[in-house]
């Protein structure tokens, strides 16, 4: 029995050893293998170079700055080794006193294992004339290693910020989804640097290296080389976006300029700000002085500026008049400069008021009173509808990062956001513009193209990548009424800048003829009691009204939509008209148009 016992015992114990044996010769092998080969073969990442973006004539707006990255051998901050840590930097602080040798000591430390057999990265970039004088030197020391790199550069500084953008340092959300910016370090924050970072940035090369047990190279086993150098050309002209700089200095606003295929010469967002300032990271004097500047510059007005678009919307009210057929072109309202609704008065601009009115005129002269009883008629759901579908109350498209919406309010709406019913007063209000209206200086300029080629287009700033065109890009929104209706429409629009009663025709001095349509938007609401209004210039500046002048030209051959806001300006005729004016004027000297 004992035997037999003993018999088994070793039978187990050779079980046990066999089957050990076993799964350590083959099971475990793929597995010990892969491990060996990470100990012997190293994956390298090789960074691709952000591409350029230039003006449509290739003038650089955002470039590459070469320069190079200091870094220092791994293991250093331990006891026994930190004399040789300090060495170290100390001697790269010699050669650039203007490092910060904390901030060298921090970065080293923050990244230091005993896991980590790479060089640490200590100063991400010194330029490269700086760095050639000590070059040799630095390449002599065994425990530093400098390696080539770049920073980006906008040669423009602050001209066309809001388009451009800019690229700032990667952060920890960002570096999750992204693993180019995470080896790069950077990532696309703003304008078509971000909206475009994608294919700015490129895709990432490798190298796979044989390595010893002391991580030193022993030969490539193989090499992908990054795409990179995926340069961009916008559809902006530098020259044309300098020019409106200067005429915006000093104001707040918007000025768009846009063919009717939705290619935009230039757009600029005043003020502006000087966007290399975040390529290293902004100090924190400099952000509080962006954030809390009254212009506020650090917003894009472009697309997230939201305005009231006062009587801008005129012809788009029209439009939705002429739809139910109500109204036609030639339907009369008696305008004597205000309308009561209940206890209340609707005041039109011209306190002695326009005398009976039709459409042509009441765009014109941007009549009020012709709106207001109009849309009695037509009720704000009609509106609001035809509106939307010009253009309003939607994204337009453009390739910029976060796009406002804006608002076009109808009945639903207004119970949807504030759970109360709408005011019949509140849809005369609407009907010219103000109460809830809010939309962007973009919807407008795309709204004015739409009146000007009966098509509307989604704006653009890329032109071409690489050697690839950006492809135009419309929709056909018009019933077949409104499209028979445009040309009372555009009529119209001619007037206002260049009959005598037109409301910027006083203040266009352009040699071409346009069309256009002012509006004054008010930041203030007029108390019922006050029976004459202040004017503009005695008001206190942030009291006074935005001044929008929106135009198309040439009348007879239209290429172009000139839109200008200038914030605070007064009258849209007066602050708006002598710069929409110098636009033309300038477009004609660049040769756009002849």
Same mark, same amino acid.
């Given at each position: 029995? #004992?035997?037999?016992?003993?018999?088994?015992?070793?039978?187990?114990?050779?079980?046990?050893?066999?089957?050990?044996?076993?799964?350590?010769?083959? &099971?475990?092998?793929?597995?010990? !293998?892969?491990?060996?080969?990470?100990?012997?073969?190293?994956?390298?990442?090789?960074?691709?170079?952000?591409?350029?973006? %230039?003006?449509?004539?290739?003038?650089?707006?955002?470039?590459?700055?070469?320069?190079?990255?200091?870094?220092?051998?791994?293991?250093?901050?331990?006891?026994?080794?930190?004399?040789?840590?300090?060495?170290?930097?100390?001697?790269?602080?010699?050669?650039?006193?203007?490092?910060?040798?904390?901030?060298?000591?921090?970065?080293?430390?923050?990244?230091?294992?005993?896991?980590?057999?790479?060089?640490?990265?200590?100063?991400?970039?010194?330029?490269?004339?700086?760095?050639?004088?000590?070059?040799?030197?630095?390449?002599?020391?065994?425990?530093?290693?400098?390696?080539?790199?770049?920073?980006?550069?906008?040669?423009?500084?602050?001209?066309?910020?809001?388009?451009?953008?800019?690229?700032?340092?990667?952060?920890?959300?960002?570096?999750?989804?992204?693993?180019?910016?995470?080896? @790069?370090?950077?990532?696309?924050?703003?304008?078509?640097?971000?909206?475009?970072?994608?294919?700015?940035?490129? !895709?990432?090369?490798? #190298?796979? @290296?044989?390595?010893?047990?002391?991580?030193?190279?022993?030969?490539?086993?193989?090499?992908?080389?990054?795409?990179?150098?995926?340069?961009?050309?916008?559809?902006?002209?530098?020259?044309?976006?300098?020019?409106?700089?200067?005429?915006?200095?000093?104001?707040?606003?918007?000025?768009?300029?846009?063919?009717?295929?939705?290619?935009?010469? $230039?757009?600029?967002?005043?003020?502006?700000?000087?966007?290399?300032?975040?390529?290293?990271?902004?100090?924190?004097?400099?952000?509080?002085?962006?954030?809390?500047?009254?212009?506020?510059?650090?917003?894009?007005? %472009?697309?997230?500026?939201?305005?009231?678009? $006062?009587?801008?919307?005129?012809?788009?009210?029209?439009?939705?008049?002429?739809?139910? &057929?109500?109204?036609?072109?030639?339907?009369?309202?008696?305008?004597?400069?205000?309308?009561?609704?209940?206890?209340?008065?609707?005041?039109?601009?011209?306190?002695?008021?326009?005398? !009976?009115?039709?459409?042509?005129?009441?765009?014109?002269?941007?009549?009020?009173?012709?709106?207001?009883?109009?849309?009695?008629?037509?009720?704000?759901?009609?509106?609001?509808?035809?509106? #939307?579908?010009?253009?309003?109350?939607?994204?337009?498209?453009?390739?910029?990062?976060?796009?406002?919406?804006?608002?076009?309010?109808?009945?639903?709406?207004? !119970?949807?956001?504030?759970?109360?019913?709408?005011?019949?007063?509140?849809?005369? @209000?609407?009907?010219?513009?103000?109460?809830?209206?809010?939309?962007?200086?973009?919807?407008?300029?795309?709204?004015?193209?739409?009146?000007?080629?009966?098509?509307?287009?989604?704006?653009?700033?890329?032109?071409?990548?690489?050697?690839?065109?950006?492809?135009?890009?419309?929709?056909?929104?018009?019933?077949?009424?409104? &499209? #028979?209706?445009?040309?009372?429409?555009?009529?119209?629009?001619?007037?206002?800048?260049?009959?005598?009663?037109?409301?910027?025709?006083?203040?266009?001095?352009?040699?071409?003829?346009?069309?256009?349509?002012?509006?004054?938007?008010?930041?203030?609401?007029?108390?019922?009691?006050?029976?004459?209004?202040?004017?503009?210039?005695?008001?206190?500046?942030?009291?006074?009204?935005?001044?929008?002048?929106?135009?198309?030209?040439?009348?007879?051959?239209?290429?172009?939509?000139?839109?200008?806001?200038?914030?605070?300006?007064?009258?849209?005729?007066?602050? $708006?008209?002598?710069?929409?004016?110098?636009?033309?004027?300038?477009?004609?000297?660049?040769?756009?148009?002849?």
């Amino acid at each position: 029995m #004992r035997l037999k016992i003993f018999f088994y015992l070793f039978l187990l114990v050779w079980i046990v050893l066999l089957s050990k044996v076993y799964y350590l010769s083959i &099971k475990s092998n793929s597995y010990y !293998e892969s491990l060996a080969k990470q100990n012997m073969i190293k994956k390298e990442w090789i960074i691709p170079t952000r591409g350029e973006i %230039l003006d449509r004539n290739l003038k650089p707006l955002a470039v590459n700055n070469i320069g190079f990255k200091i870094k220092v051998k791994p293991h250093l901050s331990y006891k026994k080794k930190i004399k040789e840590l300090n060495t170290t930097i100390d001697y790269i602080h010699s050669l650039f006193p203007n490092l910060d040798k904390a901030k060298m000591y921090r970065k080293y430390k923050r990244k230091d294992s005993p896991y980590n057999h790479d060089f640490i990265e200590v100063v991400s970039f010194i330029p490269y004339e700086e760095v050639l004088p000590h070059f040799v030197k630095l390449n002599l020391k065994k425990d530093i290693l400098v390696e080539p790199t770049f920073k980006r550069y906008y040669p423009n500084k602050d001209l066309a910020s809001h388009i451009i953008g800019y690229v700032s340092r990667t952060n920890k959300k960002e570096a999750k989804r992204d693993q180019v910016a995470k080896l @790069v370090g950077i990532i696309g924050k703003a304008g078509v640097e971000k909206y475009y970072n994608k294919y700015l940035q490129g !895709e990432l090369g490798y #190298r796979l @290296v044989k390595v010893t047990a002391f991580n030193e190279e022993i030969e490539t086993l193989e090499q992908k080389e990054p795409k990179e150098n995926r340069d961009l050309v916008l559809t902006i002209d530098i020259r044309l976006q300098k020019y409106i700089e200067k005429l915006f200095e000093s104001k707040a606003g918007v000025a768009i300029v846009m063919g009717l295929d939705g290619e935009i010469l $230039a757009a600029g967002s005043f003020p502006e700000y000087d966007i290399n300032m975040f390529v290293s990271g902004i100090s924190k004097d400099k952000w509080y002085e962006l954030i809390n500047n009254f212009d506020h510059p650090f917003t894009n007005k %472009l697309i997230n500026g939201l305005y009231p678009p $006062a009587s801008t919307i005129k012809m788009g009210v029209a439009l939705s008049f002429l739809d139910t &057929k109500k109204i036609n072109a030639y339907t009369p309202f008696y305008c004597n400069g205000a309308i009561e609704l209940g206890k209340r008065k609707f005041r039109c601009w011209k306190r002695t008021g326009h005398g !009976e009115t039709r459409m042509k005129k009441a765009i014109r002269e941007s009549c009020d009173v012709y709106f207001y009883e109009g849309s009695l008629k037509v009720g704000i759901d009609k509106i609001a509808k035809t509106l #939307r579908e010009l253009g309003f109350a939607r994204k337009t498209g453009v390739d910029l990062p976060n796009e406002f919406i804006g608002i076009i309010p109808d009945k639903e709406w207004k !119970e949807r956001k504030y759970g109360r019913k709408w005011y019949i007063g509140e849809t005369v @209000v609407a009907s010219i513009g103000q109460g809830y209206d809010l939309v962007t200086p973009m919807q407008m300029a795309r709204h004015t193209a739409l009146l000007a080629s009966g098509k509307l287009p989604t704006p653009h700033f890329a032109k071409r990548f690489v050697n690839k065109k950006y492809k135009p890009k419309y929709e056909d929104v018009l019933t077949p009424l409104q &499209k #028979r209706k445009l040309p009372a429409i555009r009529r119209a629009m001619y007037e206002v800048c260049n009959h005598p009663k037109g409301t910027a025709t006083a203040h266009i001095k352009t040699s071409i003829k346009i069309a256009g349509k002012t509006g004054t938007a008010q930041v203030i609401g007029i108390p019922q009691d006050e029976k004459e209004r202040m004017k503009e210039e005695e008001l206190k500046y942030y009291s006074r009204s935005h001044a929008w002048l929106t135009t198309y030209g040439p009348y007879k051959n239209p290429k172009y939509v000139v839109t200008v806001l200038v914030e605070h300006g007064g009258h849209g005729g007066s602050a $708006a008209g002598p710069i929409v004016s110098k636009i033309y004027d300038k477009l004609i000297e660049l040769g756009y148009i002849k």
